[in-house]
């Protein structure tokens, strides 16, 4: 019904010159097809970059997360130029984030957890296959999509289970384009030891093993692995415990051995005997109730995921990114040019009243959730102390 004006919307933003583009972006007929865009995709968009923010950064997000189709990472669909912003538009998950799955219905038992962790290693391998290491996996940057489910339940045993997606790759680098990871950026809580050693370069792609290790400890146990019992909001304790690769597990909670096991390899803070992805995919404990369909193609686009839509021409992409560097920023409004720093450090509103799954928490232990530079963690603790 709506795939003949889908594809004349499409058309007119590629072919429309940008100062076209820019002074139609607030008349009635622009709105009516971004909201039609809006309905055809089942998408949300995610106003971030203003115009005085890192280009580099801004195209190597939006290129990163472009070349990436999977049925575990949120579908890169459009980005278009505002006056004032790069507007991406992606996929929609209806279910929100695992963190708040988490936060809501308590720590997962063993089948749940390893359900969404099966997952999430299908996606960031498949990541890895392409040359993008992510930098910044957390539950936070897990979305769960329920288009698939029959009810919103956490039972994942019935066929109508919810899918786990990957988002956010603001802090992504591709191994042959962009240079070599060596800044200590992240989330401290989820930080590999290497990265907060600052040492220089590292491998992105074992930090974001030791990441998926923390997101799966996280759902078993509903704490964060290394924070020091008598003094959890202490950062400079926790990243003392990373680097010792010290951590526990809450006496309440029952695990296997073999889980146990998986997390041992994965906590390993010698990157050359830390579990690899290719270990985990052959971990007893993983391969448990294995969907057959998470590892049987490295190239997933002919398969439905890709339907609706075709990947943006690389070339425009570039062109939009270039014409970005030309834009004036608003300088005010809700969409200046802090969007950007806003969003990478977590929304400020939002994030302020949110708790991570702990039993308590304040405002110095929320900015544990909140993905930073960690020069950047380590002046704020000087600030509460």
Known sequence: MYSTRIRSIRENLKTNSFRS??????????????????????????????????????????????????????????????????????????GGELFDRVLTNGRMQEDEARYFFQQLISGVDYCHSKGVAHRDLKLENALIDNSHTNNNNSNVTNGGAPRLKICDFGYSKHSLIDSAPKSAVGTPAYIAPEVLKRQGQYDGRAADVWSCGVTLYVMLCGRYPFEDKTDPKNFRKTVKRILNGEYGFPSKVALSEKCRELLAGIFQVDVAKRFTMEDIKKDEWFNVNLPSELFENDDVSSSSHATKFEPMDRELLTRIVEKARETPSSGGGSFGSNNYEVRKGGDEENEENRQPPLPAADNNNNRMSKAMSVDEYMEMEEDFH
């Open 21 to 94: 583009f820019q002074r139609d972006l607030l008349t009635p007929v622009f709105i009516a097809d971004l909201l039609l865009l809006f309905y055809y995709y089942s998408t949300r968009f995610s106003l971030c970059f203003g115009a005085n923010d890192n280009n580099d950064d801004i195209y190597r997000e939006i290129h990163n997360h472009a070349i990436l189709n999977h049925p575990n990472i949120v579908r890169f669909i459009e980005v278009l130029l505002t006056p004032t912003d790069l507007a991406i538009v992606m996929e929609y998950a209806s």
